[in-house]
């Protein structure tokens, strides 16, 4: 016995030894991988779910066209420069979103979902209604009949083709080159609109030129195949670009889950979780030690080996951390000693009725087996039903992130207290210290 | 020894009166939810001079925000709930602060629509209920060799609804008083607490399905005190233990977790006791078919304390 004992603690020792390499440094990974994966609230980025209005697509096809949609939003997202954007579909016509790590404004965001990027507007009449109002006037969108249909003129019509310029004053011009349907669109509309001014704009608001003005140019010509945007800054023309030719949505999406956390505030979190992490383990070690004693200083050693073997499995499998999964590994601290516990209370029955330190540790260990078992069971069949809930639903991440988390959590606890906790224990059955029962916390005027 | 499954009449008593606040607290503020079971729309914004909470209502009242509920947390940031924006919405809302009290830093935004708010409120309402019965379940099955194996389960599911009823009863409070909300940490919670609380009744039972199996006594509510007592000290430390950790969590993280570190708190305070007092208890109650006893001992419990 003595023998094989020895041979599990040198095991326990390597297994330890690989854990803490595995682990550190906590941000960079083995083999080339990346560090410990950091879920959206703590690394910051956006989460967002989009849904495609599907109602005008023939059935049998809207499969095709929501990776149709897939391929322009990620076309679209390649020039933000997001490292490890997720795009995914989600039951039959949503979209899920992920760019994990950055923080883009809300008109690049808006620019994601949009169909048409750009809108072209005339000035309406005085009983006419609206689609925009600005300080030029009041304007409703230019359209044209085409193919015995009267449509609007966007930027949908455009070639995927469009690029940034300088005219000879040195001014930066977008140029872009119109589609067949799109020609004969402007064709008409800018026939009809000579010395009238046509407006731009994204979404609600007008285009914005370098001066903060609305861009709306004066039509001089009819213009058929090609045209050019002036007046704006060099940045907002090369992004505009990009997203012009990443393609047109086929369907128009609604974002019906959205949510951004500024990358900063992420840092902060994952400062206090590690602080709230070092402070329970230190208040759990303290308690250990001065009710258990010398039973729970070994506790404690078996402690530093489950979190080091916890955060290597989070590595290692790679569990995404967020906010509630760093809740959920702190809180499995607090109950990682519990099998411990159950099985020192034990130990400490068997003491009292006067058994040698050997014998009560066997004692215990197999009296405290059945309880930590069924006990632990209930606890997994919550993390089960947890992340049954988490995958069923968009926001996800914090209750799935729990539930792994527990269920990792408790799963090593009970490991550490019936293999590691009792080797550690074994190496004193013999030594002179194991007649001392008063170090393993026995009264002796109990009761 | 202590007995205490002696004084079982008076923990119903205990139970019942708190249990009864929280249901009358449910029944008078309801309960407060949060965007994603009741849609709309979280910012958290920061602003670099200093803007007060009236100044910050009256803007956006004027602004056509009336409906909006604002809170303060501890570092000066303002967490505003309004209804479902647009993006464009948005954009609008945040210029118009700018102007008014100068630059803002968007820290957080989370915006739910409705069919996503219906959809995670049922998923939620199922889990829960899923949950309580594959617990119930499990533990007749775990102790399927024991007289009577379903009281167990059934007592353990009683004890895990009267901690679930505690901590809504005091979310009902805290949402009156504080504004919160039950959102889905607090549900993650609620059923971390279940995990927690079932987990030490079991242990609970575990010991008296051991002393029963060893003869300690015939008189199963002589067993069930053995088994308590037995058990009284591990229950206490884990709670102990968990308990630190928890309050670590409330202390250090804060305001987003803040929810959840609560539920925990109040569910494992009320788990201990009802896996304690509550659930080994009623399995006597239950044994020895006493209810109507209970319902004598109340008016008599009453002339005792007023005559002492």
């Known amino acids: 016995m003595p023998r094989r004992n020895t041979l599990v603690f040198i095991l326990i020792l390597i297994i330890f030894a690989l854990a803490v390499s595995v682990v550190l440094p906590i941000d960079e990974g083995i083999l080339g991988e990346k560090g410990m994966r950091m879920g959206l609230d703590l690394q910051g980025g956006i989460h967002m779910v989009y849904q495609a209005d599907l109602s005008r697509i023939e059935p049998g096809e809207e499969a095709s066209v929501i990776e149709g949609v897939m391929l322009v939003i990620s076309n679209r997202i390649n020039p933000l420069g997001v490292t490890e954007p997720v795009i995914q579909k989600q039951g039959q016509d949503r979209i899920l979103v992920e760019l994990p790590g950055i923080d883009i404004t809300d008109k690049e965001k808006e620019r994601l979902s949009r169909v048409a990027i750009l809108e072209f507007g005339e000035l309406a009449a005085d009983e006419e209604e609206a689609k925009w109002e600005n300080e030029l006037g009041r304007w409703k969108p230019a359209m044209a009949v085409v193919d015995g249909r009267e449509k609007e003129l966007t930027s949908a019509y455009f070639k995927e083709n469009t690029y940034v310029s300088q005219d000879n004053l040195g001014r930066i011009i977008l140029a872009f080159e119109w589609d067949e349907e799109g020609s004969r669109l402007s064709e008409a509309i800018t026939g009809r609109l000579i010395n009238q001014p046509l407006g731009i704009f994204e979404g609600d608001a007008p285009l914005l030129g370098d001066d903060d003005l609305p861009i709306a140019p004066i039509i001089r010509s009819v213009i058929t195949d090609r045209g050019q945007i002036e007046g704006l800054s060099y940045d907002e023309a090369s992004s505009l670009s990009k997203q012009l030719n990443a393609g047109r949505l086929p369907v128009s999406l609604e974002i019906i889950y959205d949510q951004t956390v500024s990358p900063l505030l992420g840092t902060d979190f994952i400062e206090m979780s590690v602080k709230a992490g070092l402070i329970g383990i230190i208040l759990v070690m303290l308690f250990m030690v001065i009710y258990y004693r010398l039973s729970g200083v070994l506790a404690c050693l078996a402690l530093i080996f489950y979190g080091s073997l916890v955060l290597a499995i989070f590595k290692l499998v790679p569990v995404t951390l967020t906010l509630a999964g760093l809740g959920g590994f702190v809180l499995s601290i607090g109950m990682a000693v519990d099998a411990n516990v159950l099985i020192f209370e034990r130990m400490k029955e068997e003491l009292r009725t006067g058994r040698t330190l050997g014998a009560a540790i066997e004692a215990g260990f197999n009296r405290a087996w059945t309880a930590i078992r069924d006990s632990n069971v209930t606890t997994f069949i919550v993390c089960g039903i947890l992340y049954w809930l988490g995958s069923s639903i968009v926001a996800s991440a914090p209750v799935m992130g729990f539930a792994l988390t527990l269920f990792i959590g408790v799963a090593v606890s009970m490991f550490t207290a019936i293999v590691v906790t009792r080797t550690f224990l074994r190496l004193f059955v013999g030594s002179r210290l194991a007649r001392k029962t008063s170090l393993f916390s026995v009264y002796s005027g109990g009761k | ?308």
């Not at chain 2, 775990?142 to 009823?165: E, Q, S, T």
């Open chain 2, 1 to 308: 020894m202590f007995d205490i499954v002696g004084k079982r009449f008076w923990f119903f008593l205990i139970s019942g009166a708190v249990i009864l606040i929280g249901i009358i607290s449910l029944a008078v503020f309801g309960l407060k939810t949060g965007i994603e079971f009741s849609s709309g729309s979280l910012m958290t914004v920061s602003f670099e001079q200093e803007v007060s909470q009236d100044e910050l209502r009256q803007e956006l009242a004027s602004l056509g925000y009336t409906n909006v509920i604002i809170q303060r947390t501890g570092q000066g940031d303002f967490f505003v709930r309004t209804q479902e924006l647009s993006p464009e919405d948005k954009t609008e809302l945040e210029t118009a602060l700018a102007a008014r009290f100068g630059t803002l830093e968007e820290r957080e935004f989370n915006s739910v629509s409705p069919m996503i708010a219906t959809e995670t409120a049922n998923n939620a309402a199922i889990a829960v209920a899923v949950a309580a019965i594959g617990i119930l379940l499990y533990i007749t099955w775990a102790f399927r060799r024991m007289p009577r194996p379903f009281h167990y389960g059934a007592c353990a599911i009683i004890a895990l609804i009267h901690d679930a009823l505690i901590a809504l009863g005091v979310f009902a409070i805290l949402g009156a008083v504080f504004g919160w909300e039950i959102n889905l940490m607090f549900i993650t919670g609620i059923l971390a607490v279940i995990g927690y609380s079932v987990n030490n009744t079991v242990v609970v039972f575990d010991r008296i399905r051991e002393n029963l199996a060893r003869g300690v006594s015939s008189n199963f509510e002589v067993v069930v005190n053995n088994s308590l007592v037995g058990t009284l000290g591990r229950s206490l430390n884990t709670s102990l233990t968990t308990l630190f950790v928890v309050v670590a969590l409330l202390l250090f993280v804060g305001m987003t977790i803040q929810n959840f570190a609560v539920v925990l708190l109040v569910g494992i305070v009320a788990g201990t006791f009802s896996s304690l007092c509550i659930a080994p208890t009623l399995l006597v109650v239950w044994e020895k078919r006493e209810w109507g006893r209970f319902i004598q001992w109340l008016p008599l419990s009453a002339l005792k304390t007023r005559g002492e």
